[in-house]
T-cell receptor, first 113, second 114 residues
Framework: KAGVTQTPRYLIKTRGQQVTLSCSPI?????VSWYQQTPGQGLQFLFE???????NKGNFPGRFSGRQFSNSRSEMNVSTLELGDSALYLC????????????FGPGTRLLVL | AQTVTQSQPEMSVQEAETVTLSCTYD???????LFWYKQPPSRQMILVIR??????QNATENRFSVNFQKAAKSFSLKISDSQLGDAAMYFC???????????FGTGTSLTVIP
């Protein structure tokens, strides 16, 4: 099976712009979670989508949003980018049942100038 | 608040030796799962090992094993016969049986010395 894929792998944006990141889960996986990883804050949970519905949400401002499509692919959008949004954004997929292991993609590195 | 503490920001081990990475966590839940993930320089998070909290037997996966002490809320990772490819950042994490959110520690950077 192909693993979790994320596109693009690298992005450079300027403050105030918006960005959309994409995540394709492992075939058959219905849950996609997003994490932000920074040196200062570590790995922080953004949100989880399951069957096109947001099932869990972390403590991030409303500038961070996401969605999931019927094929389980997910997108994450960040509007009005700030310098502090520079991070590695990881998505992880799982079957979605209780206790399932999450499998991570390679991440998208976002740099905000 | 759900917290995971990895008290060793950096560790080093000689090739072929054994190293133990520590992890403690704080939760009032009784039903959860524990994980160790490895993140090499490529930044790809890779599952190393997983433990169900209701199982008393410690999980093992080839050279990797855990010491799970539920009462103490401790979940350490032992790497035997360390190899150069084991060099990475190691993250301890847990999730509840219900809900899909992972709570991660701050990571331990492991260096393997040839």
């Amino acid at each position: 099976k192909a693993g979790v894929t994320q596109t693009p792998r690298y992005l450079i944006k300027t403050r105030g712009q918006q960005v959309t990141l994409s995540c394709s889960p492992i075939s058959g996986h219905r849950s996609v979670s997003w994490y932000q990883q920074t040196p200062g804050q570590g790995l922080q949970f953004l949100f989880e989508y399951f069957s096109e519905t947001q099932r869990n949400k972390g403590n991030f401002p409303g500038r961070f949003s996401g969605r999931q499509f019927s094929n389980s692919r997910s997108e994450m959008n960040v509007s009005t980018l700030e310098l502090g949004d520079s991070a590695l954004y990881l998505c992880a997929s799982s079957l979605g049942g209780s206790g399932e292991t999450q499998y991570f993609g390679p991440g998208t590195r976002l740099l905000v100038l | 608040a759900q917290t995971v503490t990895q008290s060793q920001p950096e560790m080093s081990v000689q090739e072929a030796e054994t190293v133990t990475l520590s992890c403690t966590y704080d939760t009032s839940e009784s039903d959860y799962y524990l994980f160790w993930y490895k993140q090499p320089p490529s930044r790809q998070m890779i599952l190393v090992i997983r433990q169900e909290a209701y199982k008393q037997q410690n999980a093992t996966e080839n050279r990797f094993s855990v010491n799970f002490q539920k009462a103490a809320k401790s979940f350490s990772l032992k790497i035997s016969d360390s190899q150069l490819g084991d060099a990475a950042m190691y993250f301890c994490a847990y999730r509840f049986r219900t809900g899909n959110q992972f709570y991660f520690g701050t990571g331990t950077s492991l260096t393997v010395i040839p």
